[in-house]
């Protein structure tokens, strides 16, 4: 409980602090390149975020990201923490694809708007569209992209069907797709909760993918190859037995049993004799509910 309330005053004030430098960076129009005031911001917040949620990150793969072009990074998403993690740590000129409800938060938004961050409005798809079309002309000048082609916080911990907008946005960049597996966020702050349940996670990034030469016919098939890529990834952080199994957060949700994923049925978890444990799994990510008899 102590964990969750310095974990909330700090995003409160951490957010408010680095809102309003953003906010006074964006009026006294300081331009926004590299290193720069913007993307310093963006950092500092959310590695303050990271901090007072007690997470420490296991980054695996970054020497995968090619350095001589910008790139659109693909993940999952299943938790808030995704995106102080990407944020925090991936290299270069980064910017989030983020939903438009976003800019109504009180200083979030307005520092989100000054760093030039790229907004889509969900619920109209021509708007959403032509959003894509200029963010594919600012990423192509040089500056890197996080997308969550979910749309949004898995409430499950499972891979959700992928929008195809994401996937427009990178055939029509025509820069390399890297595709990006968060391992352990949901258990850290599930959609829908407010409690923090601090642990080590870890983000897994992939090989390249590219996109020379596809069209926008070619985005069905090229979401379904990244959407496969993520999967691969998604079975090295979380690789069986270590499924995330058994959490169960409020009133009438169901989460992974042991059974929907071929293990015994757990037994009751306090009790001493139980062969379910909760231990590290092989990325470090707290896991639960393993049978440790085999």
Avoid at 232 to 237: C, D, I, N, Q, Y
Wanted: charged share 20%.
């Amino acid at each position: 409980m102590f964990r969750t309330i310095w974990f909330a005053l700090n995003v409160v004030v951490m957010t408010t602090f680095y809102g309003v430098i953003a906010i006074v960076a964006g009026l006294f129009k300081i331009p926004n390149r590299e290193d720069g005031v913007y993307d310093r911001v963006i950092r500092g917040w959310c590695q303050s975020m990271l901090r007072a949620s007690g997470t420490t990150v296991d980054m695996r793969g970054l020497e995968n990201i090619p350095k001589d072009t910008p790139v659109v990074f693909v993940s999952n998403h299943q938790s808030w923490f995704d995106i102080f993690i990407l944020a925090a740590h991936l290299p270069g000129h980064i910017r989030f694809v983020a939903k438009k409800e976003l800019t109504k938060v009180p200083f979030l938004g307005g520092a989100m708007k000054a760093a030039d961050q790229i907004f889509i409005d969900r619920h109209n798809r021509q708007a959403a569209f032509e959003a894509y079309a200029a963010a594919a002309q600012t990423i192509r000048s040089g500056m890197n992209a996080i997308v969550f082609p979910e749309g949004t916080r898995s409430r499950t911990g499972e891979l959700q069907p992928f929008k195809k907008g994401p996937f427009v946005l990178a055939i029509a960049s025509q820069v390399p797709v890297m595709p990006v597996y968060c391992a352990g966020t949901f258990t850290l702050l599930p959609k829908g909760t407010l409690r923090v349940n601090p642990h080590p996670v870890a983000a897994l990034i992939g090989q390249p993918m590219s996109t020379k030469g596809l069209a926008y016919e070619d985005r069905d098939t090229f979401m379904a190859d990244v959407r496969s890529e993520i999967l691969k990834l998604r079975v090295e952080g979380r690789a069986p037995p270590y499924h995330l199994i058994s959490f169960r957060y409020g009133n009438n949700r169901k989460y992974p049993r042991p059974t929907d994923i071929g293990l015994p049925r757990q037994p009751n978890s306090r009790s001493r004799s139980s062969p379910f444990q909760r231990i590290r799994g092989p990325c470090g990510c707290a896991e639960r509910g393993v049978d440790r008899r085999t």
